[in-house]
């Protein structure tokens, strides 16, 4: 099955400045890939995807980039602030197998 | 974005009991919805995949005489944990999606077992 990893666990950045998440998954035949936030005693709340016809996808301060080939992905965060600070997911999915990686605990100083 | 809601947000229950929680896809219709239960700083972890009308697929370890699933419509899912004891206590999260689009997420259950 799907294995999905994440670097790094934890990252503290300053405001204003850029962070950088990683995640790595195994499976070829994976198809979309979502980012998801989670808030404290919060359900997942999905922040971008990008799918695998697709090499890179933006929505205002925030960005995916997927590498088929190298079987990786990453989300940028551009101009972070404080209320960025969340525990963000990636995840690889073919139909109904959608696998979590185990998550960055982002801090933004204000 | 669609939203998917769930019901009870937390629960306190003893030992031995039964609960059932609710997932409920607000203005769409849910061809899919997953289970899901998190603990603490960890990741997700699928326990089942349902469709409506059919018979849920339990994901490796997950007991499903112990974790009853029933997704009786397309916009209802339920999950009833029963016998329950503290080991499962947890964050238990439902999604739901239409066709092959995104998952939505609820937003949890906390079940305590006392």
């Not at chain 2, 603990?39 to 849920?56: I, R």
């Not at chain 2, 439902?94 to 092959?100: E, I, K, L, Q, V």
């Amino acid at each position: 099955g799907e294995n999905v990893e994440q670097h790094p666990s934890t990252l503290s950045v300053q405001e204003g400045d850029s962070a950088v998440i990683k995640c790595t998954y195994s499976d070829s035949a994976s198809n979309y890939f979502p980012w998801y936030k989670q808030e404290l005693g919060k359900g997942p709340q999905l922040i971008i995807d990008i799918r695998s016809n697709v090499g890179e996808k933006k929505d205002q301060r925030i960005a995916v980039t997927l590498n088929k080939t190298a079987k990786h992905f990453s989300l940028h965060i551009t101009e972070t602030q404080p209320e960025d600070s969340a525990v963000y997911f990636c995840a690889a999915s073919q139909v109904n197998d959608m696998r979590f990686g185990a998550g960055t605990r982002l801090t933004v100083k204000p | 974005g669609a939203v998917v809601s769930q019901h009870p947000s937390w629960v306190i229950c003893k030992s031995g009991t039964s609960v059932k929680i609710e997932c409920r896809s607000l203005d769409f219709q849910a061809t899919t919805m997953f289970w899901y239960r998190q603990f603490p700083k960890q990741s997700l972890m699928l326990m089942a995949t349902s469709n409506e009308g059919s018979k849920a697929t339990y994901e490796q370890g997950v007991e499903k005489d112990k974790f009853l699933i029933n997704h009786a419509s397309l916009t209802l899912s339920t999950l009833t944990v029963t016998s329950a004891h503290p080991e499962d206590s947890s964050f238990y999260i439902c999604s739901a999606r239409y066709g092959p689009g995104e998952q939505y997420f609820g937003p949890g259950t906390r079940l305590t077992v006392t």
